[in-house]
């Protein structure tokens, strides 16, 4: 209803490298042997970089690492889109005078604390949740967010020949449930088999067949 009525919404999602982005999503759920809610949270990524509502509305993604290297540009650049003046405040970790911390289980709380504008996150390298097989399957699925938004350089022929190099691993294990799996002491096959892990690659295998036909997704978000 919100969506329906408020014509004039402004919408505005922060965005970061996706695969760095999302295995620092799910750090927290991987260290707690969680897969389930890892599953959620891959889908909930995959998806939002498309959504509908944001296709169809005045929207814009900003990408984190032009906030914390570029801030004066990119912050000034937000306030004209926003139609808003620049204030002293948008270089504060603060929401309403109060200040916000940090996340104490980001692995960068102790180095950074309650620096805004710190790149140790975005300087983190991937592969502690991950594997090469894990991350080829989402560089794949992420492509063509990845190409707008100027993380990877356009390469059509190889992200061809990589959409169909991993059709088939979407229905085998991934390296994060192999770990898990094997902390946990039980099958892997035991996570493929829940209903968790059919939806997961249901909807993995729901991007593979859009950009299988289309080479992109109809919606994707516009950068700032």
């Known amino acids: 209803n919100y969506v329906r009525l408020q014509k004039n919404v402004s919408w505005l ?9 999302c295995e620092s999503w799910v750090s927290e759920q991987f260290d707690k042997n969680d897969v389930v809610r890892i599953y959620y949270r891959i889908v909930e990524m995959l998806f939002a970089i498309d959504d509908p509502i944001l296709a169809q509305a005045n ?6 690492e032009d906030i914390k290297r ?10 004209d889109w926003l139609g808003v003046e620049k204030e002293d405040s948008l270089y504060e970790m603060t929401v309403q005078g109060l200040k916000w911390w940090g996340d104490p289980t980001s692995p960068n709380f102790e180095q950074e604390g309650m620096q805004p ?3 140790n996150a975005i300087n983190r390298k991937v592969g502690r949740v991950f ?14 967010f990845s190409v707008r938004f100027e993380y990877k350089e356009v390469n059509d022929e190889k992200f061809r020949q990589d959409l169909s190099s991993i059709k088939d691993s979407l229905t085998t294990p991934f390296g994060f449930e192999e770990t898990i799996a094997e902390n ?3 099958d892997v096959n035991l996570f493929l088999k829940s209903g968790p892990g059919l939806y997961f690659r249901q909807r993995l295998q729901q991007k593979w067949e ?3 036909e289309h080479g992109t ?3 994707l978000i516009k950068p700032l």
């Open 117 to 119: 504008f710190g790149v």
């Open 184 to 186: 946990l002491k039980v």
């Open 70 to 79: 570029h801030p004066d540009e990119t912050l000034q650049k937000l306030c």
């Open 59 to 64: 929207s814009v993604g900003v990408r984190l």
């Open 210 to 212: 859009t950009l299988d």
């Open 13 to 21: 999602l922060a965005v970061r490298e996706p695969i760095q982005s």
């Open 131 to 144: 594997n090469a097989s894990d991350q080829l399957i989402l560089e794949t699925l992420f492509y063509p």
């Open 217 to 219: 997704y109809l919606n």
